[in-house]
């Protein structure tokens, strides 16, 4: 199958960072409950490590909260001692009292330390567990789901299932879960701590968390917005990037930079608007937070102070009163940000869920390898076959091919040529009718069996990134060096292949770009040659190549197919003269076959493609 170049539209780019609050676009799940249950039971086997974590997590925070509670008993000892020097008195300081406090706090924070590092060590390990289940699970399904799948999905869609969610799965995981443990504890124990300190001056503190809360909600609800518009325009700009510089060579010859170049503009006219105004709302949001927050400061050094005064509470306790404030606006701010982030990791998880229950190839026989008995012998009878039910594509194909027949099946774009080939190696299983090889339904076959006797060339080669030795012997990965080359030498590829930079240790790029398109065809003829199966297919094999090239892979392809049954998709007509069998296909249906000559001889559709080539080549 030819890869399809992605359309910027359908691509998927890794969401933008958010401001100060980490605020970007909210994906919601379609069904949260469901796909929070099906997350949850990759979890079930770490319960007990995150048990633990939950442990650690508290542990970690309640020690963190109670030292300034500490440091302000410190500090009321300290000025206790400078206020009787100051009237008069000798100065009198507990030192002992507040070494001890200080060696406790010691203790605390290094135990929190502690605490805090385990909870992260262990949940980075249940995040890595979980993210390699989850893509293990990915890898085996993607062996399982049905042909039909890929072709009617971007490979963008699917991949981005595979890397950018399964990864913010991951990084929620490993993140997230800890924060809102520590959020929910420090909010509470804070809580605590400030109404151990006062209730006055704690319920004067919470005055101002409504009108936080109620400025939050207002500009993260405008900047989703603009996050949005941010996210389409980074889509469609990376798009056009992408495919510039993918095809700049057509971009150069048909004179379309300046084209490009106001396509460019205007869409990163749109993302610098709807960036800045995106970036600005969520940078407003803090210093507005920090001056409500400051209101709040006010209001508590005032009462604070008359408390004092009043000896109702001591200095050092208003002290740490203000430490909790600031502790107290913290985790709140934080499970704003995680809330939405959760959001869009169970839509991510939602979206891999989706993949991993889309339904699967049939289940299939398990009979012994059939290799060793195979001859070739091919029957099609009565076959029916639709990409969609409704949509049938093949109808009533009938065809009988003998052990060792080079068959060639020709036709207008559409006819079926293609599909055919797909259904004889069950890429698609077909709705009706039969496919036997040596009496054998294909049905009867494991479909790892079946494929073993078959060899496949296209007109799409695919090659990647490795030695030319390792694509060779893609397939037959049991082969040794020496087959390697021999398949090299039968395809006449062994000779330029020693003139490249590394000979047969060269590696191909990503994209195979580093050799000809007529050079990856000939190792892909070398593959074939090598894997030695019964059945042959050649799908459209020439019909990018140059015509040199053309007839060292004609004589490759004529050297592979000698005692071989043989399937010869192909739009030149001039290369299937020699065909035992033509098969002539137009809308679905065989309406002529016969070999060259005879179908000549006939004058009907065969010949009239024939001859239309052969006149556009003398014109040429």
């Not at 000809?516 to 020439?542: M, W, Y």
């Amino acid at each position: 199958m030819s890869e399809e170049r992605q359309k910027p539209s359908a691509r998927r780019t890794p969401a933008t960072g958010g401001g100060p609050m980490g605020m970007a676009p909210i994906e919601k799940a379609k069904d949260f409950k469901k796909t929070v249950g099906m997350l949850s039971a990759y979890l079930v086997p770490y319960r007990v490590q995150i048990v633990i974590v939950v442990f650690f997590a508290i542990f970690s925070t309640v020690f963190s909260i109670v030292g300034p509670k500490l440091l302000g008993k410190v500090t009321t000892k300290l000025l206790e001692g400078l206020f009787a020097y100051y009237l008069g008195t000798e100065l009198f300081t507990d030192f002992n009292y507040m070494f001890t406090i200080v060696f406790w706090l010691l203790i605390l924070y290094s135990v929190s330390f502690v605490c805090s590092y385990l909870q992260g060590f262990i949940m980075s390990k249940v995040s890595m567990d979980v993210t390699y289940n989850l893509r293990k699970n990915v890898s085996i399904k993607m062996n399982k789901i049905p042909l039909n799948y890929y072709d009617t999905r971007t490979h963008g869609e699917i991949l981005s299932r595979i890397t950018n969610d399964i990864e913010t799965v991951s990084q929620t995981l490993n993140q997230s879960l800890i924060q809102i443990i520590t959020s929910v504890t420090t909010l509470i124990g804070v809580l605590i701590m400030m109404l151990s300190i006062s209730w006055v001056l704690t319920l004067a503190a919470l005055l101002t968390v409504p009108l936080s809360g109620v400025i939050m909600m207002l500009v993260m609800q405008k900047s989703q917005v603009y996050f949005r518009d941010q996210q389409k325009s980074m889509g469609d700009i990376n798009g056009i990037i992408e495919e510039t510089y993918g095809g700049h060579n057509i971009v150069t010859a048909f004179n379309g930079r300046e084209e490009a170049s106001e396509s460019f503009q205007k869409v990163n006219n749109e993302l610098h608007v709807s960036a800045w105004k995106s970036q600005f709302a969520t940078g407003i949001l803090m210093p507005i937070m920090q001056f409500v927050g400051n209101l709040g400061y006010v209001l508590v050094s005032v009462l604070g102070g008359y408390l004092v005064v009043k000896r109702s509470i001591e200095l050092g306790d208003v002290q740490a009163f203000f430490q909790y404030m600031r502790q107290f606006t913290q985790p709140i701010a934080q499970m704003a940000s995680i809330s939405n982030t959760f959001q869009s990791t169970v839509a991510a998880a939602e979206r891999v869920f989706e993949f991993l229950e889309a339904e699967e190839e049939s289940v299939e026989a398990n009979i012994s390898d059939p290799s060793r008995e195979f001859h070739g012998g091919v029957t099609f009878e009565n076959v029916h076959f639709g990409y969609h039910p409704d949509r049938i594509v093949i109808n009533d194909f009938t065809a009988e091919i003998k052990p060792g027949q080079n068959v060639a099946i020709v036709g207008p774009t559409g006819a079926g040529k293609t599909t055919v080939v797909k259904l004889l190696m069950r890429f698609y299983d077909i709705n009706s009718g039969s496919i036997k090889i040596d009496g054998h339904d294909i049905f009867d076959f494991t479909r790892g069996n079946l494929r073993k006797v078959f060899g496949m060339v296209l007109q799409d080669t695919w090659l990647y990134n490795a030695s030319i030795m390792d694509n060779i012997r893609y397939g037959t990965f049991d082969a040794t060096d020496s087959q390697v080359i021999e398949a090299a030498k039968a395809a006449h590829c062994d000779e330029f292949i020693r003139t490249l930079p590394g000979g047969y240790h060269m590696i191909l790029n990503e994209e195979a770009s580093n050799i000809s398109q007529g050079q990856k065809q000939l190792f892909t003829i070398a593959r074939v040659i090598l894997a030695n199966p019964k059945i042959l297919i050649l799908d459209e094999a020439t019909s990018s190549v140059d015509t040199r090239t053309e007839i060292l892979i004609q004589k490759a392809m004529n050297a592979v197919m000698k005692g071989r049954t043989g399937f010869v998709i192909a739009h030149r007509l001039s290369t299937i003269r020699d065909a035992d069998l033509i098969f002539v296909m137009k809308d679905g249906d065989i309406i002529e076959q016969g070999n060259h000559d005879d179908l000549l001889e006939k004058h009907g559709f065969y010949a009239d493609l024939y001859n239309s080539q052969f006149s556009e080549g003398e014109e040429t």
